[in-house]
């Protein structure tokens, strides 16, 4: 039987907001919102925090992950996210080669309930084990109402040939953002993905 690894990535290296991934939030470290979830969820088997941090790892086994710690070349902030997954596949496929898929929790998006992470390895299991399921959700600025400033001062509708003939937003055409809410990935062909 195919098993489901979740695998929450935590650098420590925040630019924006230091120690970002373990701020209190509601009283325990934003970590252990994507933890908890995820260890409740019955359709998933092991949970890890990846993280190059003893730190943040040691507080990831607080709340009962398995910690995986990533190389420090993998905890820059010019690393992408493609790579740190490849790196983890690596790791549990060596470590049990019956998991089948890997869902990825940012401790940035914490409101996630069990049932959400089920149903979305549910969906991963409907369309077949070769393609990802991602979160999207629409965007609260429709790309038709964006614009860029060139060095000159002028500026332009970024996306001009797509919105050019549309001057009313229920003429744009439905668009969708990608969130990181809760990503499924296949084990097998991870390499083919894009970052």
């Known amino acids: ?12 290296g925040s630019q924006g907001l230091k120690d970002k991934n373990i701020l209190n939030l509601s009283g325990r470290p934003i970590i252990s919102h994507s933890i ?13 925090l990846n993280s190059e941090s003893d730190k943040y790892l040691s507080i990831g086994q607080k709340y009962g992950a398995i910690g995986y710690k990533r190389n420090l070349e993998l905890s820059s902030n010019l690393t992408t996210m ?20 890997i869902v990825i929790l940012y401790p940035t998006y914490p409101f996630r309930e069990s049932i959400d992470i089920s149903n979305f390895i549910d969906k991963f299991r409907e369309i077949g084990s070769n393609r990802s399921v991602v ?54 062909g991870l390499s083919t993905l894009n970052n």
């Open 1 to 12: 039987m195919k098993k489901t690894v979740a695998m929450i990535p935590a650098r420590s």
């Open 36 to 48: 908890l979830p995820a260890l409740n969820c019955d359709a998933v088997d092991k949970v890890y």
């Open 82 to 101: 493609k790579s740190v997954v490849q790196d983890f596949c690596t790791f549990i496929k060596n470590e049990d080669e019956d998991v089948d898929c």
């Open 135 to 188: 979160g999207l959700k629409e965007p609260d600025t429709h790309p038709c109402l964006i614009y860029h400033r060139e060095d000159s001062g002028k500026i332009n509708n970024f996306n001009a040939d797509k919105c050019k003939d549309m001057y009313r937003r229920q003429e744009y055409p439905l668009v969708y953002e990608l969130t990181h809410w809760i990503t499924v990935v296949p084990v097998e």
